[in-house]
């Protein structure tokens, strides 16, 4: 059987483009790479700042020492309880948001898709993450510390805690809404009522999303400063307990930023250039882990 002769249409679809065509596509794709560019070149500014002037006092000795007393520039110091005091805040806040942030996402997604109170709690969240920070530190100010009359790192986690909820809640909502509703399906064919489901398919699929909302999250709490000050405030010391003040990486570069003493000027970059090191680091393992 002889094929029929290729038409007209068929003629333009294997040849070559015009070049006036040609011209538009590369002109097209040169402006687009030279706005990505222009949009990619403030971050590498910023870290290239953080690198160049925080490397100057970094050290281990740096890592786990105190802060120096303002005003003896050249004796031994870092910023030690700083570090520890953002990791046992940020890990207290992450304990509390990721389990209520997650379940809530799953009810507004699995268990009451389209019913009034899923869309009252979703409005209420949405409006809570644009909620500006230093609201939520005077929010935990009033609840916490004039309830207990002091400052804490109990309060700085609560605070830190309300920021992270609203931002998990929907990061894990939308990364819920992407499984595709035929695993759903075959998981009901199989027998699988709607706990298993949602806990073996749903969760298990959409883990990724998850895990990328809950390291979104966590990054914006650990550069926090605003809630900080209003409820743990800082602390030149180690960290005792949670209901003492501590000290912590974005207060002692705020502190440090505006201090008239040049080592702390320097100091600051150096805190800077750990707070971007850990929150790398954190991105890198989970990413491991969700390979895994």
């Known amino acids: 059987m002889q094929s029929s002769p290729p038409t007209p249409l068929d003629l333009d679809l294997q040849g070559s483009l015009p070049l006036g065509r040609k011209l538009f596509s590369s002109g097209?794709?040169?402006i687009a790479f030279l706005f990505s560019a222009i949009a990619i070149l403030p971050l590498f500014a910023?870290?290239?700042a953080i690198l160049q002037r925080g490397l100057g006092r970094f050290s281990l000795q740096a890592l786990v020492d105190l802060p120096i007393p303002l005003g003896l520039d050249g004796a031994p110091g870092g910023i030690g309880n700083a570090i520890l005091g953002t990791l046992i805040m940020v890990g207290i806040a992450a304990l509390i948001s990721v389990p209520i942030g997650v379940m809530t996402a799953i009810f507004?997604?699995?268990f009451s898709q389209g019913s009034a109170?899923?869309?009252f709690v979703r409005f209420i969240v949405t409006i809570l993450s644009g909620v500006p920070s230093i609201v939520v530190g005077v929010f935990a100010y009033g609840v916490i510390v004039l309830t207990t009359k002091e400052y804490s790192a109990w309060a700085g986690s609560f605070a830190l805690a309300m920021i992270m909820i609203p931002i998990i809640v929907?990061?894990?909502e939308s990364a819920l809404a992407l499984v595709?509703?035929?695993?759903?399906l075959a998981s009901a064919a199989l027998g699988g009522n709607r706990f298993q489901t949602t806990l073996k398919i749903v969760l298990a699929t959409a883990l990724p999303g998850i895990l990328t909302g809950i390291l979104l999250a966590i990054s914006r709490a650990a550069g926090e400063t605003a809630p900080l000050i209003f409820t743990a405030l800082f602390s030149e010391n180690w960290f005792t307990d949670l209901r003492s003040p501590s000290a912590s990486l974005s207060v002692l570069i705020y502190n440090y930023s505006n201090s008239p003493d040049p080592s702390q000027n320097e100091m600051a970059w150096t805190a800077a250039l750990v707070l971007l090191s850990l929150v790398l680091l954190l991105n890198i393992v989970s990413?491991?882990?969700t390979r895994r």
């Open 180 to 184: 595709p509703k035929a695993q759903r």
């Open 108 to 110: 507004l997604s699995e």
């Open 170 to 172: 929907l990061s894990t």
């Open 287 to 289: 990413r491991w882990l």
């Open 46 to 48: 910023v870290l290239f």
């Open 117 to 119: 109170i899923a869309n």
């Open 28 to 30: 097209m794709t040169a």
